[in-house]
């Protein structure tokens, strides 16, 4: 399989001095094109055991302090992030020819961001997150189909549904930015940000692809 790319690139004209208004410009061309759910994001882990561990989260919000995303605390990814609180984002959006990579260390979101988000999820979401053990073994479907049913019964129709006990966000704080846009013959544009802490001033680089 082969894939001929058109010859749009990214230039170093084309950078703007903070990577995150590119990020911003990036998604919005994305959502704007169509691509289906342009926030989905591969989020990279290591494990306890060493292993590295890779799975699609959805983005659900960013700003100058990083990129959110939110998951069951009991879940592997959350077990690995707090073994190691560093993760690797890849935001693959072909259909435009485009991607984008992110590296930094990764904090948990206050209490009261968790709260708001889960507020604001629609009903089937919020009682899902309940009836999940996310991660974990279970004995068959109708088992989950039980545990959604006792937490329907619990918070019935007309009533709000808390929080979970198992519920957080993270926050990837970007120490490294890679933007990549295809070119014709392979030679494809990776122009890199970079630092060494949080606050520093961005390196920029041209990667070879």
Known sequence: MRRHYAD???????????????????F??????GVVEPNA????TVGPDGWPQARTVLLKGYDD?????FTNTGSDKA???????RAALVLP??????QVRVTGPVQPLPAGEVDDY???RPRDSQLGAWASPQSRAVASRAELEARLAEVRSRFPEGTGVPTPPEWGGYRVVPLCWEFWAGRAGRLHDR??????APGAPWVVERLAP
Not at 28 to 33: C, E, H, K, L, P
Not at 79 to 85: E, K, R
Not at 93 to 98: A, I, K, L, Q
Not at 191 to 196: A, H, V
């Open 8 to 26: 749009q690139g990214l230039a170093e004209a084309d950078l703007t001095d903070d990577p995150l208004e590119l990020f911003g410009r990036w």
């Open 28 to 33: 919005v061309d994305a959502a704007g094109a």
């Open 41 to 44: 994001m591969v989020l990279a």
């Open 65 to 69: 302090r990083g990129l959110r995303f």
């Open 79 to 85: 077990a690995a992030l707090a073994a190691t609180p």
């Open 93 to 98: 959006w072909h259909p435009v020819e485009r």
């Open 118 to 120: 889960f507020a604001h």
């Open 191 to 196: 122009l890199r940000y970079r630092r060494s």
